[in-house]
């Protein structure tokens, strides 16, 4: 399995793991009327995490929730007008993995993920420099995110 991306999209969303570090940041790869777009999300993290630090206990440096304005795009990949294609997120002074933590999240509680079809992209930030940007798909067969190719194209 391959996801594939435009260098246009790829450098977005390095630019976007650069401005939030040293926390993470957080969005999703669309496909709206035949187009791909980068949707930023903000990482309210850091805001539940003062709300609550018994539930939340981790702050945005190591995890992130996705803000409100994810919810229409949500509501619009169920509804078939968008195709949800990714969510990317980075990790600040950690590698590019797809952690158990990221896991749990993307099962919300369940078996399988909640988007299925929807790849995982995670960027390793170190020093405010992306080092690495990996792509994971769930795979039905081993029940689990799986590292797949990234390719770039030039736009
Ligand atoms: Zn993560």
């Known amino acids: 399995m391959t996801f594939t991306l435009t260098q246009t999209h790829l450098d977005a969303l390095h630019a976007h793991a650069r401005e939030t570090y040293p926390d993470e940041c957080c969005g999703m790869i669309i496909t709206r009327n035949g187009r791909e777009e980068v949707v930023r999300v903000s990482n309210i993290q850091n805001a539940l995490h003062e709300q609550d630090p ?8 190591i995890a992130y929730t996705m803000g409100p304005e994810s919810a229409p795009v949500l509501i619009a990949a169920e509804r078939g007008e968008l195709a949800l294609r990714a969510f990317y997120h ?18 919300g509680g369940w078996d399988e993920p909640n988007y299925p079809h929807a790849a995982q992209i995670v960027m390793s930030v170190r020093a405010r420099e992306v080092r690495a940007t990996k792509a994971f798909a769930w795979d039905e067969t081993v029940r689990d995110f799986v590292e797949v190719a990234l390719r770039v194209t030039p736009e």
């Open 54 to 61: 018994e539930q939340f206990p981790r702050t945005a440096a």
């Open 90 to 107: 980075s990790h600040p002074e950690h590698d590019s993995y797809f952690s158990a933590e990221d896991k749990k999240q993307a099962l």
